[in-house]
């Protein structure tokens, strides 16, 4: 039998305006859990969602994001980012080495609110399901032009994905664009 081994800035990579998803280990190499490396870029919320069957692992590696994993004492259809869970849990600024584990059937998101992009290692059980969902997501993007939520919607119900607040790619606007009123200068 013979493992795997992925050097570094290796796999195969999807590139998108909204991310890079590189595939680390997948079903069709034998793996059950699939493994990616994932860069957030800023503006970038995947939005709070739940799973019924899947679990994940996230593992921050560079940068920051704003990770939740618990169910809210209410749930709002706009954001997730002000939830708070029944016991008083909020949102989490979370930095390198940074660690979330989602079971199945626990709302979660995560979003790049800074102005850096953020790296981490995603994995998810069982395989395919998110690989199939990177790969379609990819062709939506690729698409140009808005996102459309129903094509997104749909996608999602596929792979068990049930969205709660939507996902949203607002990059920001680079400061030397704006007018110097803006930029506080």
């Given at each position: 039998?013979?493992?795997?081994?992925?050097?570094?800035?290796?796999?195969?990579?999807?590139?998108?305006?909204?991310?890079?998803?590189?595939?680390?280990?997948?079903?069709?190499?034998?793996?059950?859990?699939?493994?990616?490396?994932?860069?957030?870029?800023?503006?970038?919320?995947?939005?709070?969602?739940?799973?019924?069957?899947?679990?994940?692992?996230?593992?921050?590696?560079?940068?920051?994001?704003?990770?939740?994993?618990?169910?809210?004492?209410?749930?709002?259809?706009?954001?997730?980012?002000?939830?708070?869970?029944?016991?008083?849990?909020?949102?989490?600024?979370?930095?390198?080495?940074?660690?979330?584990?989602?079971?199945?059937?626990?709302?979660?998101?995560?979003?790049?609110?800074?102005?850096?992009?953020?790296?981490?290692?995603?994995?998810?059980?069982?395989?395919?399901?998110?690989?199939?969902?990177?790969?379609?997501?990819?062709?939506?993007?690729a698409a140009g032009g808005p996102v459309d939520p129903e094509a997104v919607e749909q996608m999602r119900r596929r792979y068990d994905v049930s969205q709660i607040t939507p996902l949203r790619y607002d990059?920001?606007?680079?400061?030397?664009?704006?007018?110097?009123?803006?930029?506080?200068?």
């Amino acid at each position: 039998m013979t493992g795997l081994i992925v050097p570094p800035g290796q796999g195969r990579k999807l590139i998108t305006k909204a991310q890079e998803v590189t595939f680390k280990a997948t079903k069709a190499q034998g793996s059950a859990i699939s493994v990616f490396e994932v860069v957030v870029p800023p503006g970038f919320d995947v939005g709070a969602h739940v799973h019924k069957d899947s679990q994940e692992f996230f593992y921050v590696l560079e940068g920051e994001l704003q990770i939740l994993a618990f169910e809210p004492a209410l749930r709002t259809g706009d954001a997730w980012h002000d939830w708070q869970s029944p016991d008083g849990d909020k949102a989490v600024r979370a930095t390198e080495g940074a660690f979330m584990f989602v079971p199945p059937g626990t709302p979660h998101a995560f979003r790049n609110a800074s102005d850096e992009p953020a790296r981490m290692l995603f994995q998810c059980y069982p395989s395919p399901y998110h690989e199939f969902y990177f790969e379609e997501i990819a062709e939506i993007w690729a698409a140009g032009g808005p996102v459309d939520p129903e094509a997104v919607e749909q996608m999602r119900r596929r792979y068990d994905v049930s969205q709660i607040t939507p996902l949203r790619y607002d990059p920001p606007t680079p400061t030397s664009s704006r007018p110097a009123t803006e930029r506080g200068v």
